[in-house]
């Protein structure tokens, strides 16, 4: 059930003409991924909707913020050069973030995101890349449970932003039935 562009305005009215470039992407992308139910549709949707601005933002702002500045040496995002917090800041519709996490996005999508992390920059990895993220975490399964908060804290570490996502979960939910 591909989702239309109506549709998704509905759902992210801020996204504007950014709507009509990412429906196509997003339709292929969680074709691809099994994103295809209501339930998971709406719970992708949300949460890229919250992670990107409603689809205005593909790139982490970059401050650095100090949690940003943290990103430089973290092990467990495989930053271990000088300078690769800032290069592998997040990126795409669901924020792909560090070496190892390029470095796994890429070989998945049959992208260099090491050498060339803003391929994700680009609408169609972009979507891609969020469908991949949510794959990998098994998040299709939580969203046919319902799970949205548990999907929340997969995709953010935390509850960050879990009323505004949630309020967009509950819009989608509504336009998508």
Not at 73 to 86: E, K
Not at 96 to 111: F, P, Q, Y
Not at 139 to 144: E, F, G, I, Q, V
Not at 155 to 175: C, P, S, T
Request: proline share 4%; charged share 20%; net charge positive.
């Amino acid at each position: 059930m591909p989702i239309t562009e109506q549709q998704l305005l509905q759902i992210l009215p801020n996204a504007g003409r950014q709507a009509g470039v990412f429906v196509p992407v997003l339709n292929a992308a969680m074709g691809k991924y099994g994103i295809v139910t209501k339930l998971r549709i709406a719970a992708f949707i949300a949460q890229v909707g919250h992670e990107s601005g409603q689809l205005r933002y593909v790139r982490e702002i970059w401050g650095p913020t100090a949690q940003q500045a943290g990103y430089e040496g973290r092990v467990d995002l495989g930053n271990t050069v000088p300078g690769d917090g800032s290069k592998y800041r997040g990126r795409g519709l669901i924020q792909i973030t560090g070496r190892a996490n390029n470095a796994a996005c890429g070989e998945a999508l049959g992208l260099d995101l090491i050498n060339q992390p803003t391929l994700l920059e680009q609408p169609q990895y972009a979507a891609m890349s969020a469908a991949w993220f949510w794959s990998t975490r098994g998040l299709n399964t939580l969203a046919d449970q319902g799970e949205f908060v548990k999907i929340t804290r997969r995709i953010n570490g935390g509850l960050n932003g879990l009323a505004d996502r949630q309020a967009l979960y509950e819009k989608a939910l509504k336009v998508l039935a």
